[in-house]
Every structure is written in C-alpha cells, then in structure tokens.
C-alpha cells in the first residue's frame, strides 16, 4: 500500500493563478534566511499542457514517456495519472514504472540491446513489448520472454538531430527483411516497426520518411509471410523548450506525422487490408525532452568567485569556447579585469547535459541592476575540484555578488537523470508547483482509497469533462477500452496482491473532446461549435 501522502508532497506549493517560475525564485531567493543550496522549480501545469498539446495535435499517437530523460517521481506519477505510457530502457525503470501502479500493458522496453536479466523480469512482470534490431538479441528474447511482442527497430536518417543515435542502433532495410524472416522462423510475435530519428531533431520530414519506411516492412511482413503488424513506434525527437521555436518546431513535426501516418497508416488501415477492424492497429512514440524540458527551471548560487589573471585567461581562451551572446552589450564591456564564478551545481551533476545532451546553458540574472552596469569578461565553473567542471567558458556579465542567485531555464531533460553527486556535493532539489489544474490531478499523488487511480480518474472525467486530466482521458478512451480488458486480465492472473492503476479507462465515448478541437494554420486551437470556449482554454491552460 502506498504511503497517504507521498514524501515529494513536502515540497509542493499550490496557487491560485499560474505562476512565473522566475518570478516564484526572486521571491524565494529575496528571504535572507534562505539556505543557498541549489534548487528546481518544477511547474506541474507546464507537464500538463504539454499533455494537452500533444492529444490535440497528435490525436492518434500515444505518447510513452521515455523515463532515461528526467526520472522525477512527481513527474513520472503525473504522467501515468494523465494516461501516458512509459518507455522504459532497463530492469530498474520499468520497475520504477511499475512501483506507481502502473499496467505493464502501458510499457515498452524500447532498448535494442538488452541484458538476459532484464529480459527475464520484462518476462515476469508482464511487460511484452520490446525493441530489437539484430539477430542475436532475437536469439535471447527467444530464450528469456518467447512471448515477448518485439517490435523492430529500423534506422533513420538522423543527420539533422542535435543527439544521433543510428551510428549505434537501428536496422537497414535489407537487415529489416531478413530480421523479419528470422524472428517469425523463430515463432516469434512481430508486433510492429520502431524508429528514433534522433534527439533534438530538426527536420519534420525525418518522421515522414521513416513512416514511409515503416509502410514497406509492414507490407512485405503481410504479403510475404502473411503476418500483419500492429505497432508503429514513432520514438522520440520532438523538441520541448519554452522558446517560441522550439512549438513552431513541435508543432511542423506534428503535422508531417498526420500527415504522413494519413498516407501510409490510415485510419482504416486494418479495414482497407481485410475488411476486418477485429486487430488494433496502434501508433505509440516515446518523447521525452518534449515533456521534460520546460518544466524544470533550475536556481543555483554563486558561492566563490575570483578575478582571472592572464595565464588562466589564456588557458581558457584556448579551449573551444562559446560565447554567450546574452549580455553583450559592446559599448558596455570593460576589459579591465575578467572574473570566474564558481556555482553550487555543475557537468557531474545538472549540467552534464553540456557533455552527454549536447546542450549551452547560459544563466538569466535575477538581481535587479541598472541597464548600463559594466559587462566583465566572466566564466561560470561548477562547484568541484576537477578543472573540467565548466558551465560557461566564456560570456561576458555585469560583477556578481557572491551567495547572488542565477537562473538556467529549459533544465528538465536529461539533467539530473544523469547526476551524481561527486566531490559529495548534493544534488539540487525539486520544488513542485501546481496551480488551476490542481484539482484535477491531486489524486495523482495521494491515495485517498484503495482504488485504483484510474477510477478516480474517470470520475473527474465524468464529473467535469473541461479539466486537463478529463481531456487527457477522454483522448485515450478508445485504446485504453482495449486495453483495459487485457490490464484487467493480468491483475486477475499476475498481480492480485499489488495496488496496481490498470490503465486509463473512461467510457466517454460520446465526450471525445480532443476530436472537437481543431487548430488553425497559424495554430490556435479551438473548439468545434460543440463545446464552449472555455471547456477548450480551461483544457489548455489547465
Ligand atoms: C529509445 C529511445 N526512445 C526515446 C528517447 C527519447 O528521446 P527524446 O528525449 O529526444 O524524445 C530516447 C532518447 O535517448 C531513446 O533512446
């Protein structure tokens, strides 16, 4: 039985209005008394809309969240409370998946190369769905989990992509072929067709022309070997930052996918084939940078700094060095002196994304200053002893103060996922904030009952259809139905005993809520003349 209220709860801070996280940590900064280790805000509205924008804008994907970007627990059980399914990469994830009382039915183990072990506990834990791209992994799934739906990985064009991962997994198409020959000799249940095109792609039309690709396997695996596929797996690369570019960027790539999956995947599909819609035919994708990012806004203090003499000047200067553009006010820059700071979070904690995400994280000051205060050459180190522990090699700052607060925006993916705490320096904490939604998705971290969360989901779907999390139901409705018999067939089987939520499940067929939104060219979602328009900003603003 999960505790009544769950430890993270301690650092969760509701208000009526939506709140500025920025705004939130002047406010929390300006408290003298404050202690100045580093922290999170983590705004639960933010994951929320992103929620909503995804069902809207990709009515016929299912999102499965990809846990290795942010393992956040408040985050993992708000998304599993929203209906989302998870994409896990190891033993250690899907249990931690699991543990939430979430249906193994909502998990992929999408990681082509897999240790036996965690195969066995996919096995024993219900989890089927997993990835493969080669022969010899065929061979151990065979061995460990025969049952297994394994889905095949195919390669992409990822050239495009900030994060590229073709050099390392994927199958090509001639591969494909014989792959799918080899695992239906083996008797093995082909289930679909994966992709990852890469992360922090940048070109919509890698989607498409992997959906394409997709088509062709799905088509020589029916009308060679008569076995039809009922899986396509988008992966991640969908981009998740608060700039305006990075939601024009979500939005072009969500178009090519409708449209794509339109030409090659209709809606109908299955129909069209044999007249027979008996077999599902699923889109599932695994972002995670796109749910993770903007949430998680990161305060850190500067807790030494010193000025650089020449020598230490140069030694940087010759390092590949990006210049931050943020405060470069030309006339205002004095080079009469240059200074380094030293901040309490780094690369082996947060900031690893700077090595292993590819990222450049340049710090927002929050202390008020005149607009014509001086800009020193400056560089940013993080708080450890190892000379590679740089933030900023180069930018050019107004003179901090020492114990003055920075802000670093778009924190959440692939941040404190990786971070340890060397030199024994603690990670940075998270506080959660929640505002308008917050009644709608409280349930997600309490257990006021011994039902399932699922039930008090559908509950508020029914009760108040213009919430974020009614939305978010009444958008899986169809496939949680489904899915709900199979989940309910493996609590009565597999795991009588565990507080387990079986899937999302609302029969709101008649209130399909993401079918009556639309979006015009220029993006704005509205409601169809069914719905009033405040069902719809309640929906996206919630
Ligand atoms: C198999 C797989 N799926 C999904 C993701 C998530 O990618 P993104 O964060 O770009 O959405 C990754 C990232 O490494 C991945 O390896």
Redesign the pocket.
């Known amino acids: 039985m999960k505790e009544k209220l769950n430890k993270e709860f301690l650092d969760l801070r509701r208000f009526d209005n939506p709140i500025n996280p920025i705004d939130l940590i002047k406010n929390i900064t300006s408290n003298p008394t404050i202690e100045n280790d580093p922290f999170y805000i983590v705004d639960l509205e933010d994951i929320c809309n992103k929620h909503i924008n995804w069902i809207t804008r990709l009515p016929r994907v299912e999102p499965h969240y990809?846990v290795?970007?942010n393992t956040d627990q408040m985050m993992l059980k708000l998304l599993a409370f929203l209906g989302a399914g998870f994409?896990c990469?190891s033993k250690n994830e899907i249990q931690k998946v699991l543990d939430l009382g979430v249906s193994p039915h909502r998990i992929i183990f999408?990681?082509p190369c897999k240790q036996a072990s965690n195969i066995k506990y996919a096995y024993k834990m219900g989890v089927d769905y997993m990835?493969f791209d080669n022969e010899y992994e065929l061979y151990k799934i065979k061995e460990h989990h025969p049952n297994a739906k394994i889905v095949l990985r195919i390669i992409t064009n990822d050239a495009d992509a900030v994060?590229r991962?073709s050099m390392k997994?994927g199958a090509d198409m001639e591969s494909s072929y014989k792959l799918i020959e080899t695992a239906l000799n083996l008797n093995l249940d082909l289930a679909g067709i994966s992709f990852?095109v890469?992360?922090?792609?940048m070109t919509p039309k890698t989607f498409s022309e992997s959906i394409q690709n997709a088509r062709i396997l799905f088509d020589y695996a029916r009308e060679k070997f008569g076995c039809k596929l009922h899986l396509l797996d988008l992966?991640?690369?969908?981009p998740?930052s608060s700039e305006p570019e990075s939601a024009e960027l979500f939005n072009s790539i969500s178009k090519e996918i409708n449209k794509a999956l339109d030409e090659y995947f209709p809606v109908d599909f299955f129909q069209q084939l044999n007249g027979n819609d008996e077999d599902k035919f699923r889109v599932i994708a695994?972002?995670?940078?796109?749910y993770?990012c903007s949430a998680f806004t990161l305060c850190v203090n500067v807790i030494a700094k010193r000025a650089m003499n020449q020598t230490q000047l140069q030694q940087i200067q010759d390092q590949e060095s990006i210049v931050s553009n943020a405060y470069q006010n030309a006339s205002l820059i004095d080079t009469s002196k240059s200074i380094m700071y030293y901040i309490n979070d780094g690369v082996y904690a947060s900031f690893n994304c700077l090595f292993y995400d590819h990222a450049e994280c340049f710090p927002i000051l929050i202390k008020d200053r005149p607009t014509d205060e001086k800009l020193y050459k400056s560089s940013i180190w993080g708080p450890t002893c190892d000379g590679l522990d740089v933030v900023v090699k180069e930018c050019h700052l107004p003179e901090l103060d020492q114990s003055e607060f920075l802000v670093f925006k778009n924190m959440g993916?692939?941040t404190l996922s990786g971070a340890v705490a060397f030199n024994g320096i603690p990670l940075a904490r998270c506080i959660y904030i929640a505002s308008t939604s917050w009644d709608t998705i409280k349930d997600a971290f309490t257990e006021p009952s011994d039902e399932p969360l699922a039930n008090n989901l559908l509950k508020e779907a029914t009760s108040n259809s213009s919430t974020c999390a009614a939305a978010a139901t009444l958008a899986f409705s169809r496939a949680q139905q489904q899915q709900q018999q199979q989940d309910k067939l493996i609590l009565d089987n597999q795991f009588k005993s565990s507080s387990c939520c079986s899937g999302v499940c609302a029969d709101a067929e008649s209130l399909h809520l993401n079918e009556k939104l639309s979006i015009s060219e220029d993006g704005v979602i509205s409601a169809a003349s069914c719905l009033d328009q405040s069902t719809v900003d309640c929906a996206i603003t919630c």
Do not use: I, L
């Not at 992966?235 to 969908?238: K, L």
């Open positions: 990809a290795k970007c994409d990469a999408a990681n990835t994060c991962f997994f990852h890469g992360s922090g792609q992966g991640g690369g969908y998740g695994e972002p995670g940078r796109y993770a993916a692939y």
